[in-house]
């Protein structure tokens, strides 16, 4: 008879052997996640591997030196995983390697040259039994497991097929699908810590702070450590109007040439946003809180909006060797990571505000980076990340999915999205999530920042 104590009935499924893998960077509670999952399947009589380092080893297979065990996979099933998934760091470790990277539109999934490293991986996975697969990591990652499972459709009717189910990771939160990602919180709570020490720091020696987060293209971290940190202003990409937005032509800082666009034979235009505006608004906040007697403050900014600097803003924020250095990629695009304007941010406020006020006041740029991904996770992430590594269970186990995406709603309720609500696939991107400055979530900062105008 079964009663609300009853452990859950073991399911009926040909799934033998799963293999577990994490991709992309790191975040808080990925081992509840992985430990989570590999419980679930363990305790069904399910064998499971944790396929170390993302999809490295699985890329570097050949069949004569086959998947070495301790190297390029772990038996999770045979581990003693009691008390890890409170643990900090990543189980079966990560790394950034993309067999889907050659697929970028849908008939390059008929090219058998380009769909090879997704082939190595298919293989690779087979030659150890594996029949389903639990996939971790961004969109970039979702949009891996999306391919993959494309290719499988068009493999040979005889040739077994491995199963897909993928977990949303990113600190980042821009991931459509899941209201909030495994991590973010912690993420956050950590960032508002410093931004609250920033605050104390600012009104003892009467200065100001501009703190760069990170978030390519989302400002949830930015606004998240904004709200919890009671930063005074934060702006992310999402908050530059259309006026703000002009177009420069791409020049490789490398070579100093231009970029040309290989589809047009043209220059390859790419898209910048107005800093006057941004330092206007900053400095609109720092005069409305002189008015106020308050010589200090903290503001928070997204370090997206570094991507779209106009170069002869980047050549200020890094050293000349730096600039040389950097390289953009086919959209135009900088690596943000390496650019921290907000040093060059301050001291354009610094001056505006001597411009307006005739008074000197002191702006330091810091940077919040690495240091939030693997911190300890938060009670709620680990259940959130507990719940989604189950999650995957259920899904291939007990429900026989293939191509979902894990995901919860309500109080951790599971759902299980298709891949095709997820991906756009005539371009074989995973749609993007930033924050909508129409939702409640947005406007809370404003109403609790200085009210400007």
Excluded at 1 to 14: E, G, I, K, Q
Excluded at 49 to 55: A, C, D, Q
Excluded at 223 to 247: F, H, M, Q, T
Aim: include cysteine; proline fraction near 6%; aromatic fraction near 8%.
């Amino acid at each position: 008879m079964s009663t609300p104590l009853s452990s859950p009935a073991r399911p009926v499924t040909d799934l033998r052997r799963v293999a577990i893998l994490f991709s992309g960077g790191p975040a808080p509670a990925a081992n509840a996640v992985i430990v989570s999952a590999a419980t679930c399947f363990a305790k069904a009589g399910i064998e499971v591997l944790g396929i170390r380092n993302g999809y490295t080893h699985l890329m570097q297979y050949t069949p004569e030196q086959g998947l070495a065990e301790g190297t390029a996979y772990t038996r999770l099933d045979k581990m003693d995983l009691e008390g890890r998934r409170t643990t900090p760091g990543i189980l079966i470790g990560t790394a950034r390697a993309n067999p889907g990277k050659q697929v970028t539109k849908p008939e390059d999934l008929d090219d058998p040259v380009r769909t090879a490293p997704l082939r190595t991986v298919y293989d690779a996975l087979r030659s150890v039994g594996v029949d389903g697969l639990v996939s971790i990591g961004g969109d970039d990652t979702l949009t891996t497991a999306a391919k993959f499972r494309l290719f499988q459709e068009r493999l040979p009717a005889g040739l077994p097929r491995i199963r897909v189910v993928h977990l949303p990771k990113t600190i980042d939160n821009d991931y459509k699908g899941i209201d909030f990602t495994f991590g973010y919180f912690t993420a956050v709570d950590m960032l508002a810590t410093q931004v609250r020490n920033l605050l104390s720091d600012s009104a003892a020696a009467g200065a100001y702070f501009i703190a760069q987060v990170m978030g390519r293209k989302a400002g949830w971290l930015a606004y998240g450590a904004a709200i919890a940190g009671e930063a005074n202003l934060v702006i992310g990409l999402e908050d530059i109007p259309p006026e703000w937005w002009s177009k420069e032509v791409t020049v490789n800082p490398k070579t100093g040439q231009e970029v040309v666009d290989p589809e047009t034979g043209k220059p390859h235009m790419r898209d910048t946003i107005d800093v006057t505006a941004i330092v206007n608004r900053i400095v609109d906040t720092m005069e409305v809180r002189a008015g106020q007697g308050k010589w200090y403050g903290v503001i928070v900014m997204a370090e997206g909006l570094g991507e779209y600097l106009p170069l002869s803003e980047i050549q200020h924020c890094v050293s000349e060797e730096e600039y040389k250095g950097l390289e953009p990629d086919s959209f135009g695009h900088f690596p943000v990571s390496q650019l921290k304007f907000s040093s060059r941010i301050g001291r354009l406020a610094a001056a505006e505000f001597y411009r307006r006020t005739g008074k000197k006041q002191k702006i330091n740029g810091v940077q919040f980076g690495y240091e939030v991904r693997c911190n300890p996770p938060t009670a709620f992430d680990v259940t959130l990340g507990s719940q989604l590594g189950v999650g995957a269970y259920r899904a291939l186990a007990e429900e026989g999915k293939d191509g979902v995406m894990v995901s919860v709603s309500g109080q951790l309720a599971l759902e299980y999205a298709p891949f095709e609500e997820l991906i756009d696939f005539s371009h074989l991107r995973a749609h993007d999530r930033p924050i909508d400055p129409t939702e409640d979530f947005h406007q809370l900062a404003r109403y609790l920042e200085d009210r400007v105008g």
